[in-house]
Nanobody, 122 residues
Framework: VQLQASGGGLVQPGGSLRLSCAAS????????MGWFRQAPGKEREFVAGISWGGGSTYYADSVKGRFTISRDNAKNTVYLQMNSLKPEDTAVYYC????????????????WGQGTLVTVSS
């Protein structure tokens, strides 16, 4: 099983980034997918989640209206479009696969990626 996150980098406040996470080694469209982040000195937190077919999404209040999660089951890939970035969005972002939205909110996912660093700074 592998979850390979990419797309992180340095961006100015107000800018945008698109993260990608390519999955392999499991049946991707059988899993609820989520993005999480961990800022320096803080605990990991849930950011966004998307259902198996992509028809249902859920966001943390801190990113609602700015971030959009999507998935392409044909490519076994989940995305996170991040707009209007703020310095407080600086963190390592992880993608993960699990059974349900509840599991995602609890951080109880089955598979985790290695993370990609997003730095928002002028």
């Amino acid at each position: 099983v592998q979850l390979q996150a990419s797309g992180g980098g340095l961006v100015q406040p107000g800018g945008s980034l698109r993260l990608s996470c390519a999955a392999s080694g499991f049946t991707f469209d059988n899993y609820y997918m989520g993005w999480f982040r961990q800022a320096p000195g803080k605990e990991r937190e849930f950011v966004a989640g998307i259902s198996w077919g992509g028809g249902s999404t859920y966001y943390a209040d801190s990113v609602k209206g700015r971030f959009t999660i999507s998935r392409d089951n044909a490519k076994n890939t989940v995305y996170l479009q991040m707009n209007s970035l703020k310095p407080e969005d600086t963190a390592v972002y992880y993608c993960a696969a699990g059974p349900t939205l509840i599991a995602a909110i609890r951080g109880s996912m089955d598979y985790w990626g290695q993370g990609t660093l997003v730095t928002v700074s002028s």
